[in-house]
């Protein structure tokens, strides 16, 4: 039986791409849960493959992955099976998160436990490449003296405050590294891979004054602030750390500015695991009620801190002993059954044992 994915209309995910463990532009591929689902349902009897080598109109079912528009005008054949798998979080993609984009769907899959029903809605968790991460090791006194203070690794930004609704930490991220960056150079240090050219320019307003200003006076508004903004990150910037040493680098660091891209139930990505497997304790901002996945002695939570300034004061004055606590608590979490449930297997197969019961075939 054939089965199409269709994925967003880039190279790096067509051809099949999307189910590989390559890098993709000099970062991890987190495909391994797509490649996952690939495997289980091939074991039904059932062929998944993305669009360019399944059509849709050739599959008995078809997965949208944060793609919607395609199948508002998309005509189905009476027994094919639609289905949507909410992946990135509305902050990038909002139309995809729209209630009124789903009625095409038979059911969507989704992490959003807001969201999930048992019925239209189905979830599951942001699957983790859990089998890829090496065994914990456990943080002398001696490394703990060693180490530097803090570390963020980050290629993505927003250099203006969100709109009051928006659930986006990119503009949050932002004021801690120029914090840091300013306050405590020696103690903390910046990795990225660099941000978006376009991203540096924009700002609140700018709209207005484009309609109201010549297009000479705007473009050399927006170049101005764009250079001021682009000086302030490249003067912090290590530079990228290739894929397969992120969690080396890391651990050289006693702490991790985690913050999530955005504030969203259920959005749990690979940071934070990243932080515990590394054996370096993350000060985590993101999913509103972490503390009910990861255990609260896994972290710093960021919300306890007004400010960056006491945020370094806390971090700063903490002893080996306070710290090793939480070495402990993150090894009794990497080797616990409750991290399970984040596994790229667990999740494809909750995913899996709904489409195979839907299509009769168990």
């Known amino acids: 039986m054939k089965a199409t994915l269709v994925v967003l209309n880039e190279s790096d995910f067509l051809q099949n791409r999307i189910f590989s463990d390559l890098p993709i532009k000099g970062v991890k591929n987190y495909g391994y849960m797509f490649a996952e689902l690939r495997r289980q349902l091939a074991e039904h009897g059932v062929e998944l493959a993305t669009q360019d080598i ?3 109109e050739e599959s008995s079912l078809v997965i949208g992955l944060d793609v919607v528009d395609f199948f508002q005008t998309y005509r189905r054949s009476p027994s094919q099976r639609l289905y949507l798998l909410l992946n990135e979080p509305e902050t990038y993609y909002p139309e995809v998160w729209k209630k009124e984009n789903h009625a095409v769907f038979d059911r969507v899959f989704t992490y959003d436990y807001s969201l999930a029903d048992g019925n239209k809605y ?5 699957a983790i490449d859990l089998d890829g991460y090496p065994p914990f090791q456990h943080v002398t006194e001696e490394e703990f003296n060693q180490r530097k203070l803090l570390v963020l690794m980050a290629g993505m930004f927003q250099f203006t405050r969100p709109k009051s609704r928006s659930g986006s930490l990119l503009y949050t991220r932002y004021r801690s590294l120029r914090w840091f960056g300013k306050n405590m150079p020696q103690q903390f240090a910046f990795y990225s891979r660099g941000v978006a050219s376009d ?12 309609r109201l200003l010549p297009s000479v006076v705007t473009e050399r508004l927006v170049d101005v602030v764009g250079a001021r903004r682009r000086r302030i990150v490249e003067s912090l910037n290590l530079g990228p750390v290739p894929p397969l040493d992120k969690l080396k680098v890391i651990r050289s660091f006693r702490f991790v500015i985690c913050y999530e891209n ?6 749990i990505s690979e940071k934070i695991f990243d932080c515990i497997f590394a054996g370096c304790v993350p ?24 400010t960056d300034a006491s945020l370094a004061d806390f971090l700063t004055q903490m002893p080996y ?5 939480y070495i402990h608590a993150m090894h009794s979490f990497t080797v616990g059954l409750e991290r399970q449930k984040f596994g790229s297997s667990a999740n494809a197969n909750r995913i899996v044992k709904v489409i195979l019961a839907d299509m009769s075939i168990v």
């Open 199 to 210: 991203s540096y320019g924009t700002f609140r307003g700018l709209g207005v004054l484009q």
């Open 283 to 306: 000060v985590y901002l993101g999913e509103p009620d972490i503390q009910s996945f990861v255990p609260a002695e896994c972290f710093i939570d960021r919300r306890k801190f007004a």
């Open 262 to 267: 955005t504030r969203a139930m259920g959005y």
């Open 54 to 56: 399944h059509p849709p």
């Open 122 to 126: 189905i979830h599951h968790y942001f």
């Open 321 to 325: 002993s306070e710290y090793a606590k």
